[in-house]
T-cell receptor, first 117, second 112 residues
Framework: AQKITQTQPGMFVQEKEAVTLDCTYD???????LFWYKQPSSGEMIFLIY??????QNATEGRYSLNFQKARKSANLVISASQLGDSAMYFC??????????????FGTGTQLKVEL | DAMVIQNPRYQVTQFGKPVTLSCSQT?????MYWYQQKSSQAPKLLFH???????NEADTPDNFQSRRPNTSFCFLDIRSPGLGDAAMYLC???????????FGDGTRLSIL
């Protein structure tokens, strides 16, 4: 069974600083995908970044980058130049392909990020 | 422009009174998912449709049903809501199994 672990329930960062949110995973599947989602207090789930298990390079999307270390089974999210609007809950998730088609996301417990002035 | 739309944003129902939550998408994605997210917890998959094929998670209660009359719409029916069903319900879509899931804004369900 797949498992996602986020060990930081809460994080604080100062505006304009970089912050790393930790995520480790466990799976026996050779092919998998890792995602990061942002969930503000309003509740919507916003897709940030994706890393495939066979991707050679770390994924980047604007201020977001994913530090993928396959041997360590970690997929940490790095947010550069933090902004007040980055304050939210951040979920790491792993894709599991389902026999009926589509895929299932297994989510970690989340990290609540607070950006301060 | 919203691509996965959930209505209503907030829903209040009475204990035991059936309720339906709706989700529509303009992405023409093949797969639609329903997740339940209780307060301070991670989202949990209830079921998904791959085209018209319905796939139920093993631990989804029988009280929860779903319908997908066409590609664009998917409904979540809760036949007899209990207090423990109060949660945020998230709809998501994906174009293909290896592509990201795109979520709607969610419907926050309260049970009186």
């Amino acid at each position: 069974a797949q498992k996602i672990t986020q060990t930081q329930p809460g994080m604080f960062v100062q505006e304009k600083e970089a912050v790393t949110l930790d995520c480790t995973y466990d799976t026996s599947d050779p092919s998998y995908g890792l995602f990061w989602y942002k969930q503000p207090s309003s509740g919507e789930m916003i897709f940030l970044i994706y890393q495939g298990s066979y991707d050679q390079q770390n994924a980047t999307e604007g201020r977001y980058s994913l530090n993928f270390q396959k041997a360590r089974k970690s997929a940490n999210l790095v947010i550069s130049a933090s902004q007040l609007g980055d304050s939210a809950m951040y979920f790491c998730a792993m894709r599991e392909d389902l026999t009926g088609g589509g895929n299932k996301l297994t989510f970690g417990t989340g990290t609540q990020l607070k950006v301060e002035l | 422009d919203a691509m996965v739309i959930q209505n209503p944003r907030y829903q209040v129902t009475q204990f035991g009174k059936p309720v339906t939550l709706s989700c529509s998408q303009t992405l023409n994605h093949n797969v639609m998912y329903w997740y339940q997210q209780k307060s301070s917890q991670a989202p949990k998959l209830l079921f998904h449709y791959y085209d018209k094929d319905f796939n139920n998670e093993a631990d989804t209660p029988d009280n929860f049903q779903s319908r997908r009359p066409n590609t664009s719409f998917c409904f979540l029916d809760i036949r007899s809501p209990g207090l423990g069903d109060a949660a945020m319900y998230l709809c998501a879509t994906s174009r293909a199994p290896d592509q990201p899931q795109h979520f709607g804004d969610g419907t926050r369900l309260s049970i009186l």
